[in-house]
T-cell receptor
Framework: GQNIDQPTEMTATEGAIVQINCTYQ??????LFWYQQHAGEAPTFLSYNVLDGLEEKGRFSSFLSRSKGYSYLLLKELQMKDSASYLC????????????FGTGTRLKVLA | GAGVSQSPSNKVTEKGKDVELRCDPISGHTALYWYRQSLGQGLEFLIY????????KSGLPSDRFSAERTGGSVSTLTIQRTQQEDSAVYLC????????????FGPGTRLTVT
């Protein structure tokens, strides 16, 4: 079956670094996306990994290991506005359910 | 440019009534997705349209749910004989192509079934 796991909740301090992990099991894997969702708002795109390795974009980086079915999102220099849910999503090139989202990790940034 | 828009933003309906939710994707985007999100939960995939291909309806939870996309643009999600468990935020997203592209989400329709 298809499965995505990520921690439910994390807490970190302003200015710190936090790593949000995501593991997945799926057939027909194409790539992995991370989205940010503030409470009461729609998700917005953060990153996309299709090849193994690290993609860096400002304070945010995302890593993918296709062989291990593992990804992480790294947030540096945390700011209060980073308090949000972070959704891991897998896209598939074959079969049904082209996009599968994890349940999200709720990140609280404390002053 | 204009983003994805959805209407209505809020809908309260009585159990057993039918509802229609509308999505206007970004112009030129060939792919369109519908999701459902219950309070504090992740996104549940409902249906996916890509160009002129047959839609992927694998996520529709029951035959009370249906969706269409007219002219490759506007989409309508219809829920017949609504039940209380249908209460959720319904999100629509569009993307320029297939599964390698990021999705742009609309603001959602909050559906409450009383």
């Amino acid at each position: 079956g298809q499965n995505i796991d990520q921690p439910t909740e994390m807490t970190a301090t302003e200015g710190a670094i936090v790593q949000i992990n995501c593991t997945y099991q799926t057939s027909g894997f194409n790539g992995l996306f991370w989205y940010q969702q503030h409470a009461g708002e729609a998700p917005t795109f953060l990153s996309y990994n299709v090849l193994d390795g690290l993609e860096e974009k400002g304070r945010f980086s995302s890593f993918l290991s296709r062989s291990k079915g593992y990804s992480y999102l790294l947030l540096k220099e945390l700011q209060m506005k980073d308090s949000a849910s972070y959704l891991c999503a897998v896209s598939r090139v074959s079969g049904t359910y082209k996009y599968i989202f994890g349940t999200g990790t709720r990140l609280k940034v404390l002053a | 440019g204009a983003g994805v828009s959805q209407s209505p933003s809020n809908k309260v309906t009585e159990k057993g009534k039918d509802v229609e939710l509308r999505c206007d994707p970004i112009s030129g985007h060939t792919a369109l997705y519908w999701y459902r999100q219950s309070l504090g939960q992740g996104l549940e995939f409902l249906i996916y349209f890509q160009g002129n291909s047959a839609p992927d309806k694998s996520g529709l939870p029951s035959d009370r749910f249906s969706a269409e996309r007219t002219g490759g643009s506007v989409s309508t999600l219809t829920i017949q004989r609504t039940q209380q468990e249908d209460s959720a935020v319904y999100l629509c997203a569009s993307s320029p192509g297939t599964v390698s592209y990021e999705q742009y989400f609309g603001p959602g329709t909050r559906l409450t079934v009383t």
